[in-house]
């Protein structure tokens, strides 16, 4: 079990959305997994609990409240496979396969804003490429996962993440599009005019982080793109802090408070998950 620090506090959740997340627990968030809170210097992930030497990890995703880290594990055979951990009785279990996985490849969980629904992709049911499942969280529990039949299973698509109204981006095989919920519907998907792969969508929209090799051969970095008025801007490619230059970067995501920029970071054929604060985006932001 994970040690518990000494100062508890309430996660609100992101922006007062409505969640099915229990918005009363209390999360000992401070300090998460009871590591000290990141600075601008980037580093592993809870090693030796989520990032380890023994697997390969990639694309983690929090509840609102924090009560729930879904990530992607590839095991020695080069199989990837949804773990988590859960926040119960102020300690953190072990991560383990998660209660709604099946022993098949899956992989890229994302937790949408509200705390309501799961996304991730998965050969479960004899499926011979990823398609899209998302698992409902409702009366405390994780629900089975259903295939869904949308314009995400009508083609290629991975790597989703929603905003906070319902809109749903992911990678195509054309670049990132985005499918808009609009009267409780989605319309047909159309494109972001951003090429790249694995995106992360600010709650608001306001911007688009996102990862992309920018040529043959090259080692894949993470960009980002601001929203204005509707359209995303040109990529900047983040600094150095973050784009090693001579690794491969990639799966970027914010923490449902804001408060830590997550990624991949691939060394000598080792994935481990990375995170420091997201303070370096709001520099990074007055700085371009």
């Known amino acids: 079990m994970f040690k518990k620090t000494t100062i508890c506090i309430l996660i609100l959740l992101l922006l007062g959305c409505q969640s099915n997340i229990d918005s009363t627990t209390t999360v000992d968030k401070t ?11 980037p580093e592993i992930f809870a090693p030796d609990i989520i990032s380890t030497l023994e697997t390969l990890e990639f694309a983690g995703t929090f509840s609102p409240d924090f009560t729930y880290f879904f ?36 992989f890229e969980p ?12 998965s050969k479960r049911d004899n499926h ?28 290629f698509a991975m790597y989703i993440s929603v905003s906070l109204n319902g809109n749903i981006y992911y990678t195509a095989s054309n670049g990132i599009r985005v499918m808009r919920y609009v009267d409780e519907e989605y319309l047909p998907s159309e494109s972001t005019g951003i090429y790249g792969a694995h995106p992360y969508i600010a709650p ?14 090259l080692l894949t970095s993470i960009y980002i793109s601001y929203n204005v008025d ?17 690794n491969i970067q990639l799966c970027a995501s914010v923490s449902p408070d804001g408060a830590y920029l997550f990624f991949c970071r691939v ?10 604060s997201a303070d370096y985006l709001n520099d990074y932001q007055m700085n371009n």
Not at 110 to 121: A, S, V
Not at 230 to 246: H, M, P
């Open 71 to 106: 990530f992607t594990r590839r095991n020695a055979e080069g199989i990837n496979r949804l773990f988590y951990t859960e926040y119960i009785n102020e300690n953190w279990i072990q991560p383990v396969l998660s209660p709604i996985s099946q022993d098949v490849a899956e």
């Open 128 to 155: 011979d490429e990823f398609v899209i499942y998302r698992s409902e969280f409702t009366d405390g529990v994780w629900q089975e996962p259903i295939y869904l039949e949308n314009e995400l299973n009508d083609g």
């Open 204 to 217: 608001d929209e306001s911007y688009m982080l996102f990862d992309n090799s920018g040529g043959y051969n």
């Open 110 to 121: 994302f937790i949408t804003p509200d705390g309501k629904y799961l996304y991730f992709g």
């Open 31 to 41: 300090t998460v997994f009871g590591l000290e809170e990141p600075t601008l210097t």
């Open 230 to 246: 509707g359209e995303f801007q040109s990529a900047i490619k983040l600094g150095e802090e973050i784009n090693n230059a001579d």
């Open 267 to 276: 060394i000598e054929d080792l994935f481990d998950i990375y995170w420091v």
